[in-house]
């Protein structure tokens, strides 16, 4: 019988010691063997958790005009690097090439990249792009984008997979929050003596408070601001996370859309934590870019037009408008995703001025 990811990871630890979170999480969706991402992704309504894609169709239809708007103000460059980062089954970058039919120009410009770690969603993007207007090609990383044409960036749903680890103020010291193992095989939390620097908070933290960092998400940030800076353009951030610094424990597994203890069958549900957006957009200002403020996901959709295009679908499908309203609100009202996920931008030049986020 084949060893569970559970129990290889309860045998590592109990030889090596308890293992950080990001380690934990980044295990728990990438192991070759048994990881969520790495064999058995299930995303939609049947899976284990809905992304705005997935909502409704306005979602990558507007992404897609923010695209094209984006490629206007860039000059209408003749060549233009289109790329997405986890692209999910896809969904999203087939209805903004669909949207982005208003301007044949900018199609015939794109070069589609593609960059997501997952076997699985690979083959499924592959399949929903077999009729597109632009043939995607997929790359490892960031670091495979060529700078020799400008680049438009695309990352919903991104950061939320990049872990962070976790450190919980005792008293007047610092612990790290882990991962142990018990005799019998079962994983459970403990704290730690921190391995390592650690950079306290700079912001008040209570006794028992937990501190999330992530060196993942840092690294994103930067090496997007590398691109954009290097090639000129834009990339568009949408997750759901924080827009301020703050304390919180943000660690959560979901399956079948319901949450469930993120240590009881580790690879068999999709593991995250919140985006932390001061982190990332700090280390893109470090890094030679310029950035956006956030703006809540339902602010951004409606000044990207999505109360207009609801409009239209539902006049042209009377029938469908009941489902057109529930897409609209479950997109931007405040209860939903409206508020939870924000969106900003890393662009260059400093002279850019990024569509929906004009002041």
């Given at each position: 019988m084949?060893?569970?990811?559970?129990?290889?990871?309860?045998?590592?630890i109990?030889?090596?010691?308890?293992m950080?979170?990001?380690?934990f999480?980044t295990?728990?969706?990438?192991d070759?063997?048994?990881?969520?991402y790495?064999?058995r992704?299930a995303?939609g309504?049947t899976g284990?958790?809905?992304?705005?894609?997935?909502?409704?169709?306005m979602?990558?239809?507007?992404?897609?005009?923010?695209?094209?708007?984006?490629?206007?103000?860039?000059?209408?460059?003749?060549?233009l690097?289109?790329?997405?980062?986890?692209?999910?089954?896809?969904?999203?970058?087939?209805?903004?090439l669909?949207?982005?039919?208003?301007?044949?120009?900018?199609?015939?410009?794109?070069?589609?990249?593609?960059?997501?770690?997952?076997?699985?969603?690979?083959?499924?993007?592959?399949?929903?792009?077999?009729?597109?207007d632009?043939?995607p090609?997929?790359?490892a990383?960031?670091?495979?984008?060529?700078?020799?044409?400008?680049?438009i960036?695309?990352?919903?749903?991104?950061?939320?997979?990049?872990?962070a680890?976790?450190?919980?103020r005792?008293?007047?010291?610092?612990r790290?929050?882990?991962?142990?193992?018990?005799?019998d095989g079962?994983?459970?939390?403990?704290?730690?003596?921190?391995?390592?620097?650690?950079?306290?908070?700079t912001?008040?933290v209570?006794d028992?408070?937990?501190?999330?960092?992530?060196a993942?998400?840092?690294?994103?940030?930067?090496?997007?601001?590398?691109?954009v800076?290097?090639?000129?353009?834009a990339?568009?951030?949408?997750?759901?996370?924080?827009?301020?610094?703050g304390?919180?424990?943000?660690?959560?597994?979901?399956?079948?859309?319901q949450?469930?203890?993120?240590?009881?069958?580790?690879g068999?549900?999709?593991?995250?934590?919140?985006?932390d957006f001061?982190?990332?957009?700090?280390?893109?200002?470090?890094t030679?870019?310029?950035?956006?403020?956030c703006?809540?996901?339902g602010?951004?959709?409606?000044?990207?037009?999505?109360?207009?295009?609801a409009?239209s679908?539902?006049?042209?499908?009377?029938?469908?408008?009941?489902?057109?309203?529930?897409?609209?609100?479950?997109?931007?009202?405040?209860?939903?995703?409206g508020e939870l996920?924000?969106?900003?931008?890393?662009?260059?030049?400093?002279?850019?001025?990024v569509?929906?986020?004009?002041?």
């Amino acid at each position: 019988m084949t060893e569970t990811l559970k129990a290889r990871l309860a045998r590592e630890i109990s030889l090596t010691g308890p293992m950080p979170i990001d380690a934990f999480v980044t295990r728990c969706l990438h192991d070759p063997q048994g990881g969520y991402y790495a064999t058995r992704p299930a995303l939609g309504a049947t899976g284990d958790f809905i992304t705005a894609p997935m909502v409704s169709q306005m979602f990558g239809e507007l992404i897609g005009l923010w695209a094209v708007e984006t490629w206007r103000r860039l000059g209408a460059p003749e060549r233009l690097r289109l790329v997405e980062v986890g692209p999910g089954d896809g969904a999203l970058i087939a209805d903004a090439l669909r949207a982005a039919r208003v301007d044949p120009a900018f199609l015939e410009a794109v070069d589609l990249i593609l960059i997501e770690p997952s076997a699985p969603l690979r083959q499924a993007q592959a399949r929903m792009l077999a009729e597109a207007d632009v043939h995607p090609r997929w790359v490892a990383d960031l670091g495979r984008v060529e700078t020799d044409a400008p680049v438009i960036l695309i990352a919903n749903e991104v950061l939320d997979c990049l872990p962070a680890r976790q450190f919980v103020r005792d008293g007047d010291a610092w612990r790290e929050r882990c991962v142990a193992a018990t005799e019998d095989g079962e994983l459970g939390f403990t704290l730690s003596a921190i391995a390592g620097g650690f950079r306290r908070p700079t912001f008040d933290v209570a006794d028992g408070q937990t501190v999330e960092i992530s060196a993942a998400q840092e690294g994103f940030g930067r090496a997007v601001a590398e691109l954009v800076a290097a090639a000129t353009g834009a990339a568009l951030l949408i997750d759901y996370g924080r827009d301020r610094p703050g304390p919180g424990d943000t660690l959560q597994a979901l399956s079948r859309h319901q949450k469930v203890d993120p240590l009881a069958e580790p690879g068999a549900a999709d593991v995250t934590q919140w985006a932390d957006f001061p982190t990332v957009l700090e280390a893109a200002l470090h890094t030679g870019a310029d950035v956006t403020g956030c703006l809540p996901q339902g602010e951004l959709l409606r000044r990207l037009g999505i109360e207009a295009r609801a409009r239209s679908l539902s006049a042209a499908r009377p029938e469908a408008a009941p489902v057109v309203a529930r897409q609209l609100a479950r997109l931007t009202a405040p209860d939903q995703m409206g508020e939870l996920f924000k969106a900003c931008a890393i662009f260059a030049p400093r002279s850019l001025a990024v569509p929906g986020f004009e002041t």
